[in-house]
């Protein structure tokens, strides 16, 4: 916290010194223009060239002033983005919403986790997590949660985490040049889609124009301002149209182009400056030096490239300005001639740059996470086995303050699956997706809400929240059934982590309480680890038969002073207190 308290302080000094500055390049600005104006008009009265060359020089310093004070405005923006990333990161620190995307564009119901877990939406684990400033960042970043690592990927993973975790300026300046940018799912896929188009035009004929007519056009104006020969600037009028009615020809491809760049140049802009920060990085990770590498291969640097792009767009806009226009491609074909530049430019650099926005999201998402690391450093990363063991000690559910958290232990290793018992509101449910969120963290090598961890990479499925489909004409019962029908058939497939709260619920108690014990009999012959939480005594009792494979745990609830206590603490065995009767009777429901 005081990290964020300190950059407050710095980045609120040097913007009050920037609006400064920016006050006095807006009032030399002003000066300038006018002496111009006024050495311009005296100029004009006394044709004395010391006029025209004071005004030339007041016009040539207010361009030069200009482009010093478009730095300074880009700084201003840069700190005043700054300044709400760390304002942001205090008030999450403090318990307060998350200002960035919640992701809920990425939820999918049907996913083997994400969905029953809370993944994403408002108040979500994306949300908490999520520092990604760009749409491929945000869009990478939800694709990482949810897809698996191997074990040797979770370690290189692990190793970036924790060297981008101390990169404290690194991994804000990307994040202030990614909302920035202020792209959009719509807008990148745009870039994309047009990176990803074949242009179906020859360029040869039209780069043999493009040189030969500016030049004949040229030549025959000087020859006739040489010589008066009146054929000469009919050759150089006749020229003129010509190149005109050549653009013509273009105009409509080149619009049809620049439709996928709505609000390109900013975007491009910011782009290349997140190229530069990771291009300009040092780096010591394996994993963050590919990242790097991909974008600075041999001469090719990607922050280059773009910059080469944002170039021909800004240039081919000004096609929009119709005087402009007319005279730049009358006489030098202008437009024609920076469309075949961008041609050229999508033919050498596609297939590097593609790969490029992929690096983009990755760099964010890694960011994400050492940015979790970093304000959490009790937190710690999971050891990773090979034999199928699952352990965590002093876990804690990421999302819930440090102020009220109860952490508890589990271990899944000589006995694999767990049937955990209690009354309601007892912490059952949370106990499971607190088990399931830090798995999840772990095996993508972010950090854990633990004191010590240990997992065994394998896919995950979890049942816990499921509703009728009115459109699929789905009863809540069939759709739990076929949810159990994919859990059943993944861990055929492979190793798998299973989560289920109540199973079955759709259906009388007999029915749910022998479907239930025939369902986890399946399970324990598909060598499945996990766990199942249940208020089904006989359902507990299982671990009578099966205690080699199966063990109780249970939440309890205590009856004080005639109120309800629930300590949230894991115990061995089977819940022996229920809460629903008493809870009737005190508010006089019965």
Known sequence: MQEYNTRIDAFEQELKISSKNDR?????????????IVF?????????????????????????????HKRILHRIDLLSILLQINKNELNVLNGEKNRYDNGSEFNIPGHSFSFDLDFFGEASLYQYLNRCGTYPGRHFFATYLCDPLSSEQIVESQLAI????????????????????????????????WLHQKSLFSSRVANIIIWISPIFLILSFFIYLSFDVTIFWKICSSIFIFNLFYFSTFAKKIQLDLSHFETAVNQLEQYRSIFQKIESENFESKLLKQLQGKLVDGTYKASTAISQLSSYIDSLHTML???????????FLFHVRKYLDLLNWKQSSNANFVGAFEVIGRMEALNSLANFSFNNPAYVFSEINDRKIIRFHDLGHPLISEKVRVTNSIDFDRQRFMILSGSNMSGKSTFLRTLGVNFILARIGAPVCASHASIHPMDVWVSMRLADSLAENESYFFAEVKRLKEIVTATQMGNCFILLDEILRGTNSDDKQNG?????????????????ATHDIEVCQMTEDYGSVLFNKC????????????????????????????????MEII
Not at 556 to 582: M, P
């Open 516 to 532: 239930t014990i025939e369902v986890i009999k399946k399970l324990m012959s598909n060598h499945v680890i996990g766990a199942l």
């Open 162 to 193: 924790k060297e981008l975790a101390a990169k404290v300026n690194f991994r804000q300046d990307v994040l202030a040049f990614g909302i920035k940018s202020e792209d959009s799912k719509k807008s990148y896929s745009q870039l994309v889609n």
């Open 40 to 68: 311009g008009f005296f100029f004009s009265r006394t044709i004395r060239y010391e006029f025209l060359f004071l005004s030339l020089s007041c016009l040539l310093i207010f361009f030069i002033v200009m482009r010093f």
């Open 24 to 36: 006095w390049y807006v009032i030399v600005r002003v000066i300038t223009i006018l002496c111009f």
């Open 321 to 331: 300005n119709l005087p402009i226009a007319v005279l730049l491609n009358g006489i």
């Open 555 to 586: 939440f309890e609830v205590d009856i004080l002073e005639d109120n309800l206590y629930f300590d949230y603490r894991l115990r061995d065995g089977i819940c022996k207190n229920r809460s629903a009767s008493f809870l009737m009777k005190k």
